[in-house]
């Protein structure tokens, strides 16, 4: 007989990566000697829909944990 003991639903939907970033104006890098400036934010692993019958961490990585939530700002100047 053949069973489905060992199969899941593994179907998902991931936000992997959003990126913003902030360009000034230049009226507002007049006062200081600034050419330019961006600041900018990216988030990597921000979230994994499952169904609710998956039982684990990551569905693109059954044996292990899933990829931690990585945050990072930045600041871009030119003088």
Avoid: C
Avoid at 51 to 73: C, L, M, T, Y
């Amino acid at each position: 007989t053949e069973t489905s003991f060992a199969y899941m639903n593994a179907s998902h939907l991931r936000i992997s990566t959003i990126r913003l970033s902030y360009s000034f104006p230049q009226k507002w890098l007049r006062t200081i000697p600034l050419q330019s400036a961006l600041l900018s934010v990216s988030v990597d692993n921000v979230h994994t829909f499952t169904s609710k019958d998956f039982a684990g961490n990551d569905p693109e990585n059954a044996g292990g944990w899933a990829a931690p939530r990585q945050i990072v700002f930045g600041l871009s100047a030119t003088f």
